[in-house]
């Protein structure tokens, strides 16, 4: 059965799961926002996703763009466990897999690493 949680707390959760990232890693995070959405539009099993240019990839022509998106997808998360302890520790990988992607670091390096 799916764990039933307030906006609040599950927002919580992603914050939470930001905490878990050395500061030199948050230092190091640039032009990037993190929204919690209830679930992706064409695809409601989508869990996160990351939209912009990685910070590998910018270059100095990098200037004027609209920040990168973190997104992550509260119904689909909630949906797949049964324990709250579940959600945090699923929020926790998803956040961290989607900020792995804002630092260049593909989904093949990020699922062998445990990172969803």
């Given at each position: 059965?799916?764990?039933?949680?307030?906006?609040?707390?599950?927002?919580?959760?992603?914050?939470?799961?930001?905490?878990?990232?050395?500061?030199?890693?948050?230092?190091?995070?640039?032009?990037?926002?993190?929204?919690?959405?209830?679930?992706?539009?064409?695809?409601?099993?989508?869990?996160?996703?990351?939209?912009?240019?990685?910070?590998?990839?910018?270059?100095?022509?990098?200037?004027?763009?609209?920040?990168?998106?973190?997104e992550i997808f509260r119904e689909p998360l909630l949906a797949m466990c049964s324990t709250?302890?579940?959600?945090?520790h699923e929020v926790a990988v998803t956040v961290l897999h989607e900020v792995g992607h804002?630092?260049?670091?593909?989904?093949?390096?990020?699922?062998?690493?445990?990172?969803?």
């Amino acid at each position: 059965m799916p764990v039933s949680m307030s906006n609040r707390r599950f927002e919580e959760l992603v914050g939470d799961a930001l905490d878990l990232l050395p500061s030199e890693l948050t230092d190091a995070m640039s032009n990037v926002v993190i929204l919690v959405n209830a679930q992706h539009p064409d695809d409601p099993t989508i869990l996160g996703l990351y939209t912009g240019v990685s910070l590998t990839e910018r270059t100095n022509e990098y200037s004027g763009f609209l920040p990168d998106t973190i997104e992550i997808f509260r119904e689909p998360l909630l949906a797949m466990c049964s324990t709250a302890d579940q959600v945090r520790h699923e929020v926790a990988v998803t956040v961290l897999h989607e900020v792995g992607h804002h630092f260049g670091i593909d989904d093949r390096w990020l699922h062998a690493n445990g990172w969803g």
